[in-house]
């Protein structure tokens, strides 16, 4: 019974990763084609220190597109040498300036992170499954 489960497990969690990490490609790919690079101000700079006691540093920046849209939001880039009012380069959507990234490749880069550990788990489980 045990076997079961886990077979069906690696099967579910599998498939459902090898899904989301195809979405994930997807959308990036959609993002990369779409995307406009702008400078953008650091207005901030939020300090989080994780469970482990690290200090990270997320930069607060700002935008306004050549349409005349301002976007502000906060990057990712957990780079603790930005400080206001230096200027970063991002890319933004022009459909949703307030979607943006300082790098285009990375929900590319982590749909296949998720497709390398994922495939794995489901062709297990589904070899499981037939033998």
Not at 48 to 73: C, K, W
Not at 87 to 92: E, L, P, Q
């Amino acid at each position: 019974m045990g076997d079961l489960v886990a077979m069906w497990l690696a099967i579910a969690v599998g498939v459902t990763g090898c899904v989301m990490g195809a979405l994930w490609i997807w959308s990036g790919i959609g993002f990369k084609r779409r995307c406009v690079r702008i400078d953008a101000e650091v207005v901030g700079v939020r300090e989080h220190e994780d469970g482990d006691g690290d200090l990270h540093f997320y930069p607060i920046v700002r935008f306004t597109t050549p349409g005349g849209a301002t976007a502000q939001g906060e990057s990712y880039a957990r780079i603790n040498t930005y400080t206001p009012p230096d200027t970063i380069s991002v890319f933004y959507d022009p459909r949703d300036p307030e979607n943006f990234s300082e790098d285009p490749r990375t929900g590319i880069e982590v749909g296949v992170v998720l497709l390398v550990f994922c495939v794995p788990s489901a062709a297990i489980g589904l070899w499981a499954s037939f033998h």
